[in-house]
């Protein structure tokens, strides 16, 4: 046994003992406080706080459960042999190390300290290759993430007025402000609109931290800062509802025209967390938390699935080079069908049981005709770039590799990716009855009900008959959606037609280049040649500019 496996196993048994400790917190409605005072000055006090109550005890096992099938995974995925894999191995557990703290914190100081370990460690998982394409993705994603820290910081320094970090104190009291820049931190470590473009970047890790990363870690750790500082304040706010339904449509186009595999299921990652986001801003918090356990479960399974086809297809990730994969690798692909089933929302999958929830809750809420359309719009388009995905990979004829490279042997990769599949199925209606969630009976007439139904199946023949057609519209349509609608910002397309319309100069490729290095040069330049002039001139320069300084100040 290597040292995956001695970690595989403790993994796997700290989970089960932390979801039967979450079942009995739901029994007794009981949760643990801890406070350890470690530094106090004059009538300034640091606590370290953890609280152990149902909703983290339940999340942390959810995240160690993933967390011990990815360490098994990695132990054939990256090899067990060498120095790098131990690195790898390390990397990955302070990495949950760091999910943890951040789970486990009520209070904002000891918030920090997990939160800043998962923006680090997620950089030294993001380079992990070394390549140019991984030191880019890295730094997009490094650089986002400080961003998001501002606001804590901002927060932690405003809270010393209050006299303690512990904020699920002042839960209900808390100033407005401090809850927006809390938002402001979950947006950009969630990946919401304005920050989105880190999430499909970060594809450049190694696939297992990819199913780490973004289906039970780093970007729900946004989610759940927002509903561990759920107040009173923040329900029905309309704004931040629109914000998590655009990016929930800006990421379903933006899939259904990528062709790289990972990318796909980060844009999917994306849709399910603008979904979630603008559950808790319509006060739906107990649906919002359902949902995040149970797509922790399909995700992180439709990354492991991907990470064995780009295995056997010689670490390619165009689907457009895949095809047969049912004929070759019959395992992997059975798996793969039924996350894709259940990130749909297929009837008595695991994802099924909270979206049809969130989405007849959603019916209630009184929105107006054309968001409501939106959100099932969404929901459609959901199945529709699942659809295309299958039938890339599945449908098509192999076009890639000579068929004897391909095997679907029984390894620990196939056993990860088998009791994944076992917990994608059931996990969602396990979950159902075992937290007893304050659920209301919801009466809606038959059109309404079937109507997400509608949207699915819609879905599907739209994403099949997509795919039988050649490029019928202009292609700046197909670049402008690859490239996420321009929102990387040196997005050399858009800033050279910028520059060919605006300015004529189109040799200037950045920003940068001309507002900063010939802009400052010109002005500096500019400047030197006035100082210059002044300085050669007679001295009844000096003594007028002496006088009207001195008239100035009188």
């Known amino acids: 046994m290597n040292k995956y496996m001695y970690w595989f196993i403790f993994l796997v048994l700290m989970s089960i003992f932390s979801f039967y400790l979450g079942l009995i917190f739901i029994l007794t409605k009981f949760c643990i406080f801890f406070e350890y005072k470690f530094l106090y000055i004059n009538s300034l006090v640091f606590y370290y706080v953890v609280i152990l109550d149902w909703s983290s005890t339940l999340f942390i096992s959810v995240v160690l459960f993933i967390s011990s099938m990815v360490i098994m995974y990695s132990s054939f995925y990256m090899g067990y042999g060498s120095m790098s894999s131990n690195r790898f191995m390390y990397l990955v557990l302070l990495f949950i190390l760091s999910m943890i703290l951040m789970i486990i914190s009520p209070n904002m100081i000891s918030i920090l300290l997990g939160w800043d370990g998962l923006g680090l460690v997620s950089y030294c998982l993001v380079v992990y290759y070394s390549s140019v394409n991984s030191n880019l993705s890295g730094m997009i994603t490094c650089l986002t993430n400080r961003l998001g820290d501002i606001g804590i910081l901002i927060g932690i320094g405003w809270m010393m007025s209050f006299g303690s970090w512990n904020f699920i104190f002042y839960n209900y009291c808390l100033d407005n402000n401090i809850l927006l820049l809390l938002i402001f931190s979950s947006f950009t470590k969630s990946a919401q609109v304005p920050f989105s473009c880190w999430l499909p970047a970060a594809m450049a890790a190694p696939t297992p931290v990819s199913a780490l990363v973004h289906s039970s870690t780093l970007v729900t750790a946004g989610l759940y800062l927002v509903m561990r500082f759920f107040s009173n304040l923040c329900v029905f706010n309309y704004f931040f509802i629109l914000v998590g339904l655009f990016t929930m449509i800006f990421s379903s186009f933006c899939a259904n025209f990528e062709f790289d595999l990972k990318k796909i299921i980060a844009f999917s990652t994306l849709s399910q967390l603008g979904l979630m986001m603008s559950s808790i801003f319509m006060g739906l918090m107990d649906y919002s938390f359902y949902h995040l356990l149970t797509h922790a479960m399909f995700k992180s399974l439709l990354f492991l699935c991907s990470g064995i086809y780009i295995y056997y297809y010689l670490d390619n990730q165009d689907i457009r080079f895949m095809g047969g994969c049912c004929s070759f690798l019959p395992l992997s692909t059975c798996c793969f069908n039924i996350s894709n089933m259940a990130l749909c929302g297929i009837p008595f999958m695991s994802g099924f049981y909270s979206k049809d929830m969130i989405i007849e809750n959603y019916v209630f809420m009184g929105f107006n005709y054309l968001i409501c359309f939106s959100f099932y719009l969404s929901l459609g388009m959901t199945c529709c770039y699942s659809i295309r995905l299958m039938y890339y990979s599945l449908l098509g004829s192999l076009n890639f590799v000579p068929i004897n490279c391909e095997k679907d042997e029984f390894n620990y990769m196939g056993l990860s990716v088998m009791v994944m599949t076992i917990m994608s199925v059931v996990f969602g209606c396990m979950l159902n009855w075992l937290i007893n969630l304050d659920m209301v009976w919801l009466f809606l007439p038959m059109d309404l009900k079937l109507m997400s139904l509608v949207f699915i199946f819609c879905g599907f023949w739209?994403?099949?008959?997509?795919?039988?057609?050649?490029?019928?519209?202009?292609?700046?349509?197909?670049?402008?959606?690859?490239?996420?609608?321009?929102?990387?910002g040196y997005s050399s397309f858009l800033i050279n037609n910028f520059f060919n319309y605006c300015f004529s100069y189109y040799k200037v490729l950045f920003w940068g280049e001309f507002y900063l290095t010939s802009g400052l040069y010109y002005y500096l330049k500019s400047l030197s040649l006035l100082f210059q002039f002044y300085l050669n001139n007679t001295i009844k320069v000096f003594m007028i500019s002496y006088l009207l300084v001195f008239l100035l100040l009188m």
């Not at 739209?462 to 990387?488: P, T």
């Open 462 to 488: 739209l994403g099949m008959e997509f795919n039988s057609f050649s490029y019928s519209v202009f292609f700046d349509y197909y670049f402008f959606n690859n490239n996420m609608w321009f929102m990387f």
